[in-house]
């Protein structure tokens, strides 16, 4: 069986990773245009600020590591067609040769290119995208010689790069055309913590202004948004990444709302073409609706599903809950499922619970502040949670998306049994409070 994988990423990796654990025989074949390969973009903003020491840290795997285990990698080479009626693609080498690539089964793993809204000067020097790995090396060589630097976009991705930047010591501001930061996962009461916590690390957050022009002879020396000009001589486009489609349209796959229309095998519409990643559309798994997930832990996920059923192994992909964290400095935020204004526009009724708390037990040395939100519908179901705190999020949001996925109510979990020691937690768990508290709100809304 020949397979072969269009992405070097998480997606393209995973997948033939995957298939080679399920399939010793199979021939795989990963073309990338990167030049590394088996590295974590999640991890850029870690090394701007210095908790990852260099960029050569957060590469995992070389391609003669895949060689070992028989898998080629083919790197800076770019896919330019798929004939999938003659199950062939052709891609060319950075040596300008073409070559023709037969396949049984084809993944398409292309992720997403970064969306850079219509505006003057988006071309001169100094304003970057982040997305490779070779982004976040020229945006830190950039940096070196930079004393003011404009994110734009106060997503989770803009809001690390500009931690980043301030800790190399540049004057940091952020801007979000919206009237919050984070405006996709945190509710405005929740992501004002968030911005306090920036504001106090002395990074300057405009909201609530898109950015009008880019302002610059050759060199970007600043930007305008709205009326307001702010100097800059670095600025990044932190403005969101759209869905690579390209090949899969060439293919002949059926696109959805967003992206690639693939089903829960991760199968699009043409016979033995796969996709996985940020190029494809998933299904939320709270309204149904067909939403997108671009997150590694997505991508890796689908993979493994992609491979399972490649390898003729029966295997779904469940609708997602979009389960996210974040650090910022020493602040650790996270969220899954519906915020409180996404359950609004999807015309869902619901209630909230509200907890702020302590990690630890209230006398415990280094107890720190928690702050959870909890979204229920009118039944008292979980959709939603939002957790901040400078210790402990990650896990207690996961635990929420198991909760969450299982259809648990908050009257369920407000009865759940949780470890207690006072080093460690609260004898009454944070997420437990929140949700008594959406039991009570739930109680005076329903009458019940
Ligand atoms: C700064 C940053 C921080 C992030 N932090 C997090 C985080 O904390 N948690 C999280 O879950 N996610 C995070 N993400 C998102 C995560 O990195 C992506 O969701 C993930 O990389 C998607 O994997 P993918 O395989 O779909 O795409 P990618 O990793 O983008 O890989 C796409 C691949 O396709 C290749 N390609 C595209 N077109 C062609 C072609 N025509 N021919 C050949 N090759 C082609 C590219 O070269 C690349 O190798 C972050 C992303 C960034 C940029």
Same mark, same amino acid.
């Given at each position: 069986?020949?397979?072969?994988?269009?992405?070097?990423?998480?997606?393209?990796?995973?997948?033939?990773?995957?298939?080679?654990?399920?399939?010793?025989?199979?021939?795989?074949?990963?073309?990338?245009?990167?030049?590394?390969?088996?590295?974590?973009?999640?991890?850029?903003?870690?090394?701007?600020?210095?908790?990852?020491?260099?960029?050569?840290?957060?590469?995992?795997?070389?391609?003669?590591?895949?060689?070992?285990?028989?898998?080629?990698?083919?790197?800076?080479?770019?896919?330019?067609?798929?004939?999938?009626?003659?199950?062939?693609?052709?891609?060319?080498?950075?040596?300008?040769?073409?070559?023709?690539?037969?396949?049984?089964?084809?993944?398409?793993?292309?992720?997403?290119?970064?969306?850079?809204?219509?505006?003057?000067?988006?071309?001169?020097?100094?304003?970057?995208?982040?997305?490779?790995?070779?982004?976040?090396?020229?945006?830190?060589?950039?940096?070196?010689?930079?004393?003011?630097?404009?994110?734009?976009?106060?997503?989770?991705?803009?809001?690390?790069?500009?931690?980043?930047?301030?800790?190399?010591?540049?004057?940091?501001?952020?801007?979000?055309?919206?009237?919050?930061?984070?405006?996709?996962?945190?509710?405005?009461?929740?992501?004002?913590?968030?911005?306090?916590?920036?504001?106090? *690390?002395?990074?300057? %957050?405009? /909201?609530? !202004? &898109?950015?009008?022009?880019?302002?610059?002879? @050759?060199? +970007?020396? $600043?930007?305008?948004?709205?009326?307001?000009?702010?100097?800059?001589?670095?600025?990044?486009?932190?403005?969101?990444?759209?869905?690579?489609?390209?090949?899969?349209?060439?293919?002949?796959?059926?696109?959805?709302?967003?992206?690639?229309?693939?089903?829960?095998?991760?199968?699009?519409?043409?016979?033995?073409?796969?996709?996985?990643?940020?190029?494809?559309?998933?299904?939320?798994?709270?309204?149904?609706?067909?939403?997108?997930?671009?997150?590694?832990?997505?991508?890796?996920?689908?993979?493994?599903?992609?491979?399972?059923?490649?390898?003729?192994?029966?295997?779904?992909?469940?609708?997602?809950?979009?389960?996210?964290?974040?650090?910022?400095?020493?602040? *650790?935020?996270?969220? %899954?499922? /519906?915020? !409180? &204004?996404?359950?609004?526009?999807?015309?869902? @009724?619901? +209630?909230? $619970?509200?907890?702020?708390?302590?990690?630890?037990?209230?006398?415990?040395?280094?107890?720190?502040?928690?702050?959870?939100?909890?979204?229920?519908?009118?039944?008292?179901?979980?959709?939603?949670?939002?957790?901040?705190?400078?210790?402990?999020?990650?896990?207690?949001?996961?635990?929420?998306?198991?909760?969450?996925?299982?259809?648990?109510?908050?009257?369920?979990?407000?009865?759940?049994?949780?470890?207690?020691?006072?080093?460690?937690?609260?004898?009454?768990?944070?997420?437990?409070?929140?949700?008594?508290?959406?039991?009570?709100?739930?109680?005076?809304?329903?009458?019940?």
């Amino acid at each position: 069986m020949k397979v072969v994988i269009i992405g070097g990423g998480a997606g393209g990796l995973s997948t033939a990773s995957n298939i080679r654990k399920y399939d010793k025989q199979a021939e795989i074949t990963v073309i990338t245009m990167d030049e590394n390969i088996a590295y974590s973009p999640c991890a850029i903003p870690y090394v701007l600020c210095g908790e990852v020491e260099c960029f050569d840290d957060i590469i995992m795997h070389q391609p003669e590591d895949y060689l070992d285990r028989d898998i080629t990698v083919i790197t800076q080479a770019e896919v330019y067609e798929v004939r999938s009626s003659e199950n062939k693609i052709k891609y060319h080498s950075n040596d300008e040769v073409e070559h023709e690539l037969p396949y049984d089964f084809l993944v398409i793993a292309t992720g997403g290119v970064p969306f850079i809204p219509p505006v003057v000067g988006t071309k001169l020097e100094g304003v970057f995208t982040i997305l490779t790995i070779q982004d976040g090396f020229e945006i830190k060589k950039w940096a070196e010689n930079s004393k003011r630097a404009v994110v734009v976009g106060a997503g989770l991705i803009g809001l690390e790069m500009a931690y980043g930047l301030k800790k190399m010591g540049l004057k940091v501001t952020v801007t979000e055309m919206q009237t919050q930061i984070v405006p996709r996962s945190l509710d405005p009461n929740m992501a004002q913590i968030v911005q306090e916590y920036l504001e106090e *690390e002395g990074i300057e %957050v405009i /909201l609530g !202004k &898109a950015i009008e022009k880019i302002i610059g002879e @050759e060199t +970007v020396e $600043g930007a305008v948004f709205g009326e307001e000009p702010v100097n800059a001589e670095l600025l990044i486009m932190a403005t969101g990444v759209r869905p690579e489609t390209k090949l899969a349209k060439i293919a002949g796959c059926e696109m959805g709302q967003w992206a690639i229309l693939v089903n829960e095998k991760m199968r699009t519409s043409v016979p033995n073409i796969y996709a996985v990643g940020d190029c494809v559309e998933v299904l939320d798994a709270i309204t149904g609706h067909t939403t997108q997930s671009p997150l590694g832990s997505a991508a890796v996920r689908q993979a493994k599903i992609a491979a399972k059923n490649i390898t003729g192994i029966d295997a779904e992909f469940r609708p997602v809950l979009n389960a996210m964290v974040s650090k910022i400095g020493d602040l *650790e935020f996270g969220a %899954v499922g /519906l915020t !409180k &204004a996404a359950a609004t526009r999807n015309d869902l @009724e619901v +209630v909230f $619970g509200q907890k702020r708390a302590l990690t630890k037990a209230r006398y415990y040395p280094g107890a720190k502040r928690i702050d959870v939100k909890m979204i229920c519908n009118l039944k008292g179901r979980i959709i939603g949670c939002q957790i901040i705190a400078k210790e402990k999020v990650a896990e207690r949001v996961d635990t929420m998306a198991l909760a969450i996925a299982k259809e648990v109510t908050c009257f369920e979990l407000a009865n759940m049994e949780f470890s207690y020691a006072p080093p460690l937690s609260m004898v009454i768990d944070p997420i437990i409070l929140a949700a008594e508290n959406a039991c009570e709100k739930l109680k005076q809304v329903t009458g019940g």
